[in-house]
């Protein structure tokens, strides 16, 4: 059974950091990739970066470029992301997702495994 959960959300500042950890199991990680998405209130769900879980390629949102950073632990079966200066703007609940490695994709049609989701709230 595959099974993704998500932790580490919560509430920070503005400017900020928090760091989201996604422990995964069921899968062979390294046939994979994992994703990282989001949704806002009244929004809809944004693929916000994702990971080779072979040889660690990352891609990126425009909206979170430079500012989020997603890395993984083999090992550990976990995928993190970190994320630095944060904005209001990044609230959301939080998902990480598994999906077919080739393509690497920040669309959600190819990711068919999901976690529960992790709140963060971000204010001044």
């Known amino acids: 059974e595959v099974q993704l959960v998500e932790s580490g959300g919560g509430w920070m500042r503005t400017g900020g950091s928090l760091r989201l950890s996604c422990a995964t199991s069921?899968?062979?990680?390294?046939?994979?990739?994992i994703a990282w998405f989001r949704q806002a209130p009244g929004k809809e769900r944004e693929g916000i970066t994702a990971i080779s879980g072979s040889n660690g390629v990352t891609k990126y949102a425009d909206s979170v470029l430079g500012r989020f950073t997603i890395s993984k632990d083999n090992a550990k079966r976990t995928v993190y992301l970190q994320m630095d200066s944060l904005e209001p703007d990044d609230t959301g609940v939080y998902y990480c997702a598994v999906g077919p490695l080739l393509l690497l994709s920040l669309s959600e049609k190819w990711y068919h495994y999901w976690g529960q989701g992790t709140q963060v709230s971000v204010s001044s």
């Open positions: 069921g899968f062979i990680f390294d046939e994979n990739a």
